[in-house]
């Protein structure tokens, strides 16, 4: 069983095998979204390596060998509970990552994910939901807005995926404002 306490190295090795030569852009996505949960060590302390470990796993479940049920969220984190025995923190960061559960609401599948995978603490949640939604399909870091329009503009407004934003998007701005908020207080305590 894999735990994710100090796996940071090892889940950037499946992660790489799943994703870096079938889906190279959203490996680079991935290294970015684990760069920027490296950022949040001053908030995160002891928790910042459990955040990287599940910003390099949160979209494993693209790999066209993982997909089951078309949502990579739920079909990840089945990969990692079943295949490999990840940690179940690991799993559930994975199955709700950035307001999930709108995804699985929109595919009839809000059963299922609830189901097998409970809540995340809400701290490494958003934490995770904001490291996804302040990176671009490179890897690059962007502001909130730019990278809801990005998705929009990718998938088009009628996708469902675009539909699953549009219904995540307070979920998602919360998060990244409470993550942001908690950046600034620690910045100002070490000012």
Request: charged share 25%; hydrophobic share 40%; net charge negative.
């Amino acid at each position: 069983m894999v735990n994710s306490v100090g796996h940071a190295d090892w889940a950037h090795d499946l992660a790489k095998g799943l994703l870096q030569t079938t889906l190279p852009r959203r490996w680079a996505h991935t290294q970015g979204v684990a760069e920027r949960a490296a950022s949040l060590a001053p908030i995160l302390g002891g928790e910042t390596d459990t955040l990287i470990a599940a910003a390099l796993l949160h979209d494993i479940g693209y790999a066209p060998d993982l997909v089951d049920t078309g949502m990579h969220q739920l079909d990840g984190a089945r990969y990692l509970r079943d295949v490999v025995g990840a940690d179940d923190r690991l799993c559930r960061l994975v199955a709700y990552h950035s307001c999930a559960d709108n995804e699985a609401r929109q595919r009839d599948l809000l059963d299922v994910l609830t189901a097998e995978f409970r809540h995340e603490q809400p701290n490494l949640a958003q934490a995770l939901t904001y490291c996804d939604m302040t990176t671009d399909p490179d890897g690059r870091h962007l502001d909130v807005e730019d990278r809801l329009a990005e998705i929009h503009s990718r998938y088009g407004r009628d996708h469902l995926v675009s539909q699953s934003i549009t219904a995540s998007t307070p979920c998602i701005l919360a998060a990244v404002k409470s993550i942001n908020t908690a950046l600034e207080h620690s910045r100002a305590r070490n000012a």
